[in-house]
């Protein structure tokens, strides 16, 4: 019903960057809150940034200053450019989006299939 299709993980040396897309397909009607959470080996899922669709955004302590969330509403898309990347923000990012689909009742919450961003000299 609803797929997200992220890209733009990799391998990167400290201090570089990368950026993050994601796009949201399917049977939408609104989407409400998209956002990105990443996963270390090991460690619980954790929230990274998240956006409303007005805009507001909310970070992560340790990626502030350093990570920017933005969003093109028209085309269902979240990106996450990072900078200053370090060994510990090494992890798989997902992508999250919480929707409406038609003929749905309330916004639920999906998830892209994740893409690995690895952080190594």
């Known amino acids: 019903q609803v797929q997200l299709v992220e890209s733009g993980g990799g391998l990167v040396q400290p201090g570089g960057s990368l950026k993050l897309s994601c796009a949201a397909s399917?049977?939408?009607?609104?989407?409400?809150?998209m956002g990105w959470f990443r996963q270390a080996p090991g460690k619980q899922r954790e929230l990274v940034a998240t956006?409303?669709?007005?805009?507001?955004?909310n970070y992560l302590d340790s990626v502030k200053g350093r990570f920017t969330i933005s969003s093109d509403n028209a085309k269902r898309a979240v990106y996450l450019q990072m900078h200053n990347l370090k060994p510990e923000d090494t992890a798989v990012y997902y992508c999250?989006?919480?929707?409406?689909?038609?003929?749905?009742?309330?916004?639920?919450?999906?998830w892209g299939q994740g893409t690995q961003v690895t952080v190594s000299s």
């Open positions: 999250n989006a919480r929707v409406f689909l038609n003929g749905g009742t309330a916004y639920n919450p999906y």
């Open positions: 956006i409303t669709t007005a805009g507001n955004t």
């Open positions: 399917g049977s939408i009607v609104a989407i409400n809150v």
